[in-house]
Antibody, heavy 123, light 112 residues
């Protein structure tokens, strides 16, 4: 059964770092790109970052460029979101999601989402 | 960035009613090279992650009930629920994946 499970959320002080993990199973991991999206409490959805199936291409929204990195470890079927220099506006539930097949340049919809992990940036 | 605007923002309906949600994009999301609209719809029930309903504007995700339908092209799209069921209470989002950053509408909250 297809499954995506996020972990690593928590409370972090502004300016500090946090690494989110996303363990995937039930599908051929190396065939699909993976994305991170977020949802601030009581707010709408926001795309954060994506990585291609081969890990060679990475995409970010402007507000996190230079602060967040995305990577994948195909031996562990896991994708990571490294969050550096976090800000209060990064507070959100972070969802990891599987991208559709054959999408290019990060232009993908997300056809399976995890339950999310909550990140709170506060001093 | 492409701005996605949904209307209405919220809607109170009775079971069995027909529901229509509009989504407009600030620029066309139709790719003329493959004639595909890069538009998806998601359903998010309380306390749950979003669930894909439609992609390429009108292709229903496998397993979703056929009381849901989606149409539109270019900049104007519509999600329709032909006969609302209690389990359809959720927030519905449209999303464009035509250009980065991928963007969402603000959501439409359906209540019974």
């Amino acid at each position: 059964q297809l499954q995506v499970v996020e972990s690593g959320g928590g409370v972090v002080q502004p300016g500090r770092s946090l690494r989110l993990s996303c363990a995937a199973s039930g599908f051929p991991f190396t065939t699909y790109g993976m994305h991170w999206l977020r949802q601030a409490p009581g707010k709408g959805l926001e795309w954060v970052a994506g990585i291609s199936n081969d890990g060679l291409n990475k995409y970010f929204r402007d507000s996190v460029k230079g602060r967040f990195t995305i990577s994948r470890d195909d031996s562990k079927n896991t994708v990571y979101l490294q969050m550096n220099n976090v800000r209060p506006e990064d507070t959100a539930i972070y969802y990891c999601a599987k991208a559709n097949g054959w999408c290019t340049n990060g232009l993908c919809y997300q056809n399976w989402w995890g339950q999310g992990t909550l990140v709170i940036v506060s001093s | 960035d492409i701005v996605m605007t949904q209307s209405p923002e919220s809607l109170a309906v009775f079971p069995g009613e027909r529901v229509t949600i509009s989504c407009k994009s600030s620029q066309s999301v139709l790719n003329s090279s493959n004639n595909k609209n890069y538009l998806a719809w998601y359903q998010q029930k309380p306390g749950q992650p979003p669930k894909l309903l439609f992609y390429w504007a009108s292709t229903r995700q496998y397993g979703d009930p056929d009381r849901f339908s989606s149409s539109g092209s270019g900049t104007d799209f519509t999600l329709t629920i032909s006969s609302l069921q209690s389990e359809d209470v959720a927030v519905y989002y449209c999303q464009q994946y035509y250009s980065l950053p991928i963007t969402f509408g603000q959501g439409t909250r359906l209540e019974i």
